[in-house]
């Protein structure tokens, strides 16, 4: 039998399938729902882009889809007290200057919660826009590289918004700029580039949030008086890799979070850059870092006290061959403490102190940074600490190290 006839059969019974149901379009079920009104979305998937522009309820129930065609931002929320809740969110545009979204907001006092958002460019993106509930919802932006993947939220001049218990997996960034009084609470970031990133942004609090995997978990730039408190961070890694950065920002509370595994605890560069306004770190656990704190050049006004430093393959480094002696250092916990407490008053009977010697190296020539821990370095620095050459150089010292763990347990 020839091929094609053996094919008669299939072709028979696809010409018999009937095409999939377009889908339904969603904007005339918006528009005929009156004013405080609820629109109950029944399983099934929705066309986009829609617009929602009165206060109004859409409850998908967590079955219904709305799919935006891959046009523009599928919905756009250009109202105050609205509700979008238990929907599938899929398909927006790609287009960067247009901030094609799955959900914009325009508007204050909304709701958004327990929605799913795949394959779009920016996930949830509030502009103007205060006062506002985003809660609950998964955000899975379109699989880019990963400079070209949008952000998971982005607030602009954005004032007093909740942002609760949200996943973001493999967005590029989650960016608060231009924004106040926001706070930022048990949310999870997953593999970004940055987990929060603040710019010229005040008032905020990072509280209780687990970021994972990023290039680098919370940063600030130009910011003043942020919280960043009871977070997990962890496993930061790659050059750039930091838990927490401080760029000329100042009135910073980092307190209270564990910071794990990166290749950069804490990072500061000219912070703070207001003097009257010190930054604080207290009762961090900050462990199994690459190096639990670098500060970028020789400053003053970090106050560091009662941290857990262990298990940092460094403690800390100054760029540019400066010192930290100009911060605060008190009471903290190190690992690497080999003195005594012959008084059992749990202080240590002599300084912390953290000495440059050969290790200055692969702290000042980035090249060499690739042969951190190799034994011809180790070797270096062992025969320099041994009999110096030269006189080494003071680089922080705690007056009152504690000789047990000092750091309480972040909030689960």
């Not at 523009?72 to 250009?78: E, H, L, P």
Request: glycine share 10%.
């Amino acid at each position: 039998m020839p091929w094609f006839l053996r094919l008669l059969p299939l072709v028979a019974a696809l010409a018999g399938t009937p095409a999939l149901a377009a889908p339904t379009p969603l904007q005339p079920l918006i528009d005929a729902t009156p004013v405080a009104g609820t629109l109950k979305l029944e399983p099934g998937v929705y066309a986009g882009p829609v617009s929602i522009e009165r206060p109004l309820t859409i409850d998908g129930g967590g079955k219904a889809t709305i799919d935006g065609g891959g046009q523009g931002t599928v919905v756009t929320m250009a109202t105050s007290g609205a509700t979008l809740a238990g929907v599938r969110i899929v398909n927006s545009g790609m287009l960067h200057d247009k901030l094609d979204a799955a959900i914009q907001v325009r508007g204050r006092y909304n709701i958004i919660k327990d929605n799913i958002i795949e394959n779009c460019l920016i996930g949830i993106d509030l502009n103007r826009a205060d006062n506002n509930v985003i809660r609950r919802n998964h955000i899975r932006p379109r699989n880019e590289e990963i400079g070209l993947r949008g952000d998971g939220i982005r607030l602009w001049y954005s004032m007093d918004n909740a942002i609760q218990d949200n996943v973001v997996e493999n967005a590029r960034d989650t960016v608060i700029w231009y924004s106040k009084n926001n706070k930022l609470t048990g949310n999870r970031l997953i593999g970004g580039r940055y987990g929060f990133h603040f710019m010229y942004a005040k008032y905020n609090l990072v509280q209780d949030n687990s970021f994972e995997g990023n290039t680098v978990g919370v940063f600030l730039m130009y910011a003043e008086d942020v919280e960043i408190r009871n977070n997990r961070i962890l496993q930061s890694q790659g050059p750039s890799g930091i838990g927490i950065g401080l760029k000329e920002s100042s009135g910073t509370v980092i307190a209270g979070n564990d910071i794990l595994s990166n290749a950069t605890g804490i990072y500061t560069d000219l912070s703070p850059n207001d003097p009257d306004m010190p930054v604080l770190v207290e009762g961090n656990r900050i462990a199994f870092n690459g190096m639990a704190m670098m500060f970028h050049n020789d400053w003053e006004g970090v106050q560091v006290r009662r941290n857990d430093f262990t298990g940092n393959f460094g403690s800390v480094a100054v760029q540019g061959g400066g010192t930290a002696l100009r911060h605060e250092w008190t009471g903290n916990h190190w690992d690497n403490y080999e003195g005594f407490d012959r008084n059992r008053d749990g202080v240590g009977d002599s300084p912390f102190e953290v000495y440059a010697y050969a290790d200055r190296l692969w702290m000042d020539v980035r090249d060499a940074q690739f042969f951190r821990a190799s034994p011809m370095l180790e070797l270096l620095d062992f025969m320099e600490r041994l009999a110096p050459f030269n006189q080494p150089r003071l680089v922080l010292r705690d007056a009152a190290p504690a000789l047990h763990p000092v750091a309480a347990k972040p909030a689960s």
